[in-house]
Protein backbone atom coordinates (compact mmCIF):
# COMPACT_ATOMS: atom_id res chain seq x y z
CA UNK A 1 0.00 0.00 0.00
CA UNK A 2 0.79 3.66 -0.49
CA UNK A 3 0.56 4.47 3.20
CA UNK A 4 1.74 4.02 6.35
CA UNK A 5 -2.30 4.11 7.93
CA UNK A 6 -5.39 3.09 6.11
CA UNK A 7 -8.36 3.51 8.25
CA UNK A 8 -10.97 6.67 7.84
CA UNK A 9 -9.43 9.11 10.73
CA UNK A 10 -12.01 11.31 12.42
CA UNK A 11 -11.55 14.75 14.41
CA UNK A 12 -14.10 16.74 15.91
CA UNK A 13 -12.76 20.29 17.30
CA UNK A 14 -14.71 23.76 18.34
CA UNK A 15 -14.96 26.11 15.84
CA UNK A 16 -11.43 28.95 16.79
CA UNK A 17 -9.30 25.54 17.47
CA UNK A 18 -6.38 24.89 15.30
CA UNK A 19 -5.70 21.34 14.05
CA UNK A 20 -3.21 19.32 12.30
CA UNK A 21 -3.88 16.48 9.93
CA UNK A 22 -1.04 14.33 9.11
CA UNK A 23 -0.16 11.42 6.56
CA UNK A 24 2.43 9.25 5.73
CA UNK A 25 3.54 7.67 2.09
CA UNK A 26 5.73 5.01 1.35
CA UNK A 27 6.47 5.68 -2.74
CA UNK A 28 8.86 8.46 -3.60
CA UNK A 29 7.08 11.39 -4.84
CA UNK A 30 7.77 14.80 -5.67
CA UNK A 31 4.56 16.48 -4.93
CA UNK A 32 2.06 16.25 -1.98
CA UNK A 33 -1.42 17.16 -2.82
CA UNK A 34 -4.19 17.79 -0.34
CA UNK A 35 -7.62 17.67 -1.33
CA UNK A 36 -11.27 18.54 0.66
CA UNK A 37 -14.55 16.64 -0.32
CA UNK A 38 -17.69 18.30 1.28
CA UNK A 39 -20.52 15.77 1.46
CA UNK A 40 -22.33 14.74 -2.12
CA UNK A 41 -19.40 16.08 -4.20
CA UNK A 42 -16.12 15.56 -5.60
CA UNK A 43 -12.50 16.41 -4.36
CA UNK A 44 -11.21 19.97 -4.40
CA UNK A 45 -7.18 20.83 -4.85
CA UNK A 46 -6.67 22.74 -1.53
CA UNK A 47 -3.29 23.27 -1.28
CA UNK A 48 -0.42 21.55 -3.08
CA UNK A 49 3.52 21.34 -1.81
CA UNK A 50 6.24 19.93 -3.76
CA UNK A 51 9.59 18.17 -2.98
CA UNK A 52 11.66 21.56 -2.67
CA UNK A 53 8.94 23.31 -0.67
CA UNK A 54 9.19 22.30 3.46
CA UNK A 55 6.36 24.86 4.18
CA UNK A 56 3.38 26.58 2.10
CA UNK A 57 0.52 28.90 3.23
CA UNK A 58 -2.47 29.83 1.30
CA UNK A 59 -4.87 31.79 3.65
CA UNK A 60 -5.97 29.81 6.84
CA UNK A 61 -4.57 26.58 5.46
CA UNK A 62 -0.68 25.43 5.86
CA UNK A 63 1.00 22.57 4.80
CA UNK A 64 4.32 20.77 5.43
CA UNK A 65 6.55 18.41 3.52
CA UNK A 66 9.43 16.20 4.89
CA UNK A 67 10.79 14.14 2.09
CA UNK A 68 13.30 12.22 4.83
CA UNK A 69 10.31 10.53 6.84
CA UNK A 70 7.78 10.86 3.94
CA UNK A 71 5.05 12.89 5.35
CA UNK A 72 3.01 15.54 5.01
CA UNK A 73 0.79 17.78 7.38
CA UNK A 74 -2.43 20.43 6.72
CA UNK A 75 -2.57 22.49 9.59
CA UNK A 76 -5.88 24.78 9.80
CA UNK A 77 -5.92 27.97 11.60
CA UNK A 78 -9.15 29.05 13.36
CA UNK A 79 -11.23 26.45 12.36
CA UNK A 80 -14.63 27.14 11.07
CA UNK A 81 -17.66 25.22 10.57
CA UNK A 82 -17.41 25.48 7.07
CA UNK A 83 -14.18 23.48 7.29
CA UNK A 84 -16.09 20.35 8.26
CA UNK A 85 -15.08 17.67 5.54
CA UNK A 86 -13.61 15.13 4.91
CA UNK A 87 -9.15 15.60 3.96
CA UNK A 88 -7.18 13.47 1.78
CA UNK A 89 -3.71 13.77 0.84
CA UNK A 90 -2.08 12.26 -2.13
CA UNK A 91 0.91 11.79 -4.00
CA UNK A 92 1.95 12.39 -7.63
CA UNK A 93 4.10 9.76 -8.51
CA UNK A 94 5.31 9.16 -11.90
CA UNK A 95 3.88 5.67 -13.16
CA UNK A 96 5.39 2.70 -15.43
CA UNK A 97 4.44 4.15 -18.27
CA UNK A 98 6.02 7.73 -17.96
CA UNK A 99 2.56 9.27 -16.61
CA UNK A 100 1.35 11.02 -13.55
CA UNK A 101 -1.38 9.21 -11.44
CA UNK A 102 -2.54 10.51 -7.99
CA UNK A 103 -2.78 8.23 -5.38
CA UNK A 104 -4.79 8.95 -2.54
CA UNK A 105 -4.72 8.32 0.89
CA UNK A 106 -7.85 7.14 3.56
CA UNK A 107 -8.34 10.58 4.62
CA UNK A 108 -9.41 12.30 7.76
CA UNK A 109 -13.17 13.36 8.73
CA UNK A 110 -12.96 16.65 10.57
CA UNK A 111 -16.06 18.02 12.12
CA UNK A 112 -16.03 21.77 13.31
CA UNK A 113 -18.76 22.73 15.80
CA UNK A 114 -20.03 25.91 16.62
CA UNK B 1 -19.13 26.57 -15.90
CA UNK B 2 -18.07 23.48 -14.69
CA UNK B 3 -14.25 22.38 -16.08
CA UNK B 4 -15.40 18.63 -15.58
CA UNK B 5 -18.82 16.96 -16.07
CA UNK B 6 -20.02 13.12 -15.70
CA UNK B 7 -23.28 11.79 -16.62
CA UNK B 8 -25.42 10.20 -15.12
CA UNK B 9 -25.21 11.48 -11.93
CA UNK B 10 -27.16 8.52 -10.10
CA UNK B 11 -27.21 4.74 -11.85
CA UNK B 12 -28.86 1.82 -10.77
CA UNK B 13 -28.06 -1.31 -12.32
CA UNK B 14 -28.66 -4.82 -12.28
CA UNK B 15 -26.22 -7.56 -12.07
CA UNK B 16 -25.07 -8.87 -15.51
CA UNK B 17 -25.84 -5.55 -17.27
CA UNK B 18 -23.55 -3.34 -18.87
CA UNK B 19 -23.10 -0.04 -17.23
CA UNK B 20 -20.82 3.22 -19.12
CA UNK B 21 -19.91 5.95 -17.11
CA UNK B 22 -19.00 8.94 -18.93
CA UNK B 23 -16.72 12.00 -18.76
CA UNK B 24 -16.06 15.83 -20.45
CA UNK B 25 -13.62 17.90 -19.85
CA UNK B 26 -13.38 21.40 -21.54
CA UNK B 27 -9.78 22.32 -20.85
CA UNK B 28 -7.95 20.38 -23.07
CA UNK B 29 -6.07 18.43 -20.90
CA UNK B 30 -4.56 15.17 -22.02
CA UNK B 31 -4.47 12.98 -18.89
CA UNK B 32 -7.33 12.36 -17.62
CA UNK B 33 -8.48 9.39 -14.73
CA UNK B 34 -11.34 7.38 -13.33
CA UNK B 35 -11.43 6.54 -9.61
CA UNK B 36 -13.87 5.08 -7.22
CA UNK B 37 -14.00 5.86 -3.65
CA UNK B 38 -15.58 3.34 -1.24
CA UNK B 39 -15.73 4.61 2.86
CA UNK B 40 -12.72 3.34 4.02
CA UNK B 41 -10.80 3.47 1.49
CA UNK B 42 -10.65 6.52 -0.04
CA UNK B 43 -10.43 7.06 -3.67
CA UNK B 44 -8.71 4.21 -5.89
CA UNK B 45 -7.40 4.64 -9.74
CA UNK B 46 -9.03 2.87 -12.13
CA UNK B 47 -7.81 3.50 -15.33
CA UNK B 48 -6.04 6.63 -16.80
CA UNK B 49 -5.34 8.04 -20.00
CA UNK B 50 -2.77 10.21 -22.19
CA UNK B 51 -4.68 11.43 -25.08
CA UNK B 52 -7.08 10.57 -27.27
CA UNK B 53 -7.28 6.61 -27.74
CA UNK B 54 -5.00 5.90 -24.99
CA UNK B 55 -6.17 3.68 -22.04
CA UNK B 56 -3.75 2.27 -19.27
CA UNK B 57 -4.64 0.08 -16.08
CA UNK B 58 -5.17 1.88 -12.53
CA UNK B 59 -4.21 0.05 -9.48
CA UNK B 60 -7.64 -1.57 -9.55
CA UNK B 61 -8.70 -2.26 -13.04
CA UNK B 62 -10.31 -5.79 -13.12
CA UNK B 63 -13.73 -5.72 -14.03
CA UNK B 64 -13.71 -2.20 -15.35
CA UNK B 65 -12.69 -0.95 -19.42
CA UNK B 66 -11.99 2.37 -20.54
CA UNK B 67 -12.61 4.19 -23.37
CA UNK B 68 -10.84 7.68 -25.63
CA UNK B 69 -12.45 8.54 -28.35
CA UNK B 70 -11.26 12.10 -28.32
CA UNK B 71 -9.57 14.80 -25.97
CA UNK B 72 -13.08 15.55 -24.28
CA UNK B 73 -14.51 12.54 -23.62
CA UNK B 74 -13.33 9.18 -21.28
CA UNK B 75 -16.08 6.62 -20.51
CA UNK B 76 -15.77 3.83 -17.75
CA UNK B 77 -17.41 0.97 -18.88
CA UNK B 78 -18.50 -2.51 -16.96
CA UNK B 79 -19.45 -4.69 -19.01
CA UNK B 80 -21.06 -7.18 -16.70
CA UNK B 81 -21.81 -5.39 -13.76
CA UNK B 82 -21.25 -6.99 -10.16
CA UNK B 83 -22.69 -5.37 -6.60
CA UNK B 84 -19.21 -5.48 -5.47
CA UNK B 85 -18.87 -2.94 -8.08
CA UNK B 86 -21.44 -0.52 -6.31
CA UNK B 87 -19.64 2.77 -5.71
CA UNK B 88 -19.06 6.11 -6.02
CA UNK B 89 -16.80 7.13 -9.20
CA UNK B 90 -14.88 10.13 -9.96
CA UNK B 91 -13.13 11.32 -12.86
CA UNK B 92 -10.57 13.74 -13.12
CA UNK B 93 -8.68 15.72 -15.83
CA UNK B 94 -4.96 16.98 -15.99
CA UNK B 95 -4.92 19.24 -13.70
CA UNK B 96 -6.66 16.86 -11.03
CA UNK B 97 -9.90 18.74 -10.83
CA UNK B 98 -12.85 16.46 -10.24
CA UNK B 99 -16.30 15.42 -11.55
CA UNK B 100 -19.09 15.99 -9.32
CA UNK B 101 -19.34 11.70 -8.92
CA UNK B 102 -21.22 9.09 -10.67
CA UNK B 103 -23.37 7.15 -7.58
CA UNK B 104 -23.74 3.53 -9.30
CA UNK B 105 -25.86 0.80 -7.42
CA UNK B 106 -25.71 -2.74 -8.46
CA UNK B 107 -28.64 -4.79 -7.53
Known amino acids: SQWGEENLQALSIQEGEDVTMNCSYK?????VHWYRQDSGRGPALIIL?????REKRSGRLRATLDTSSQSSSLSITAAQCEDTAVYFC??????????????FGTGTSLLVDP | EAAVTQSPRNKVAVTGGKVTLSCNQTNNHNNMYWYRQDTGHGLRLIHY?????STEKGDIPDGYKASRPSQENFSLILELATPSQTSVYFC????WGFGPGTRLTVL
Open chain 2, 92 to 95: ASGD
Open chain 2, 49 to 53: SYGAG
Open chain 1, 90 to 103: ATDALSSNMGYKLT
Open chain 1, 27 to 31: TYTTV
Open chain 1, 49 to 53: IRSNE
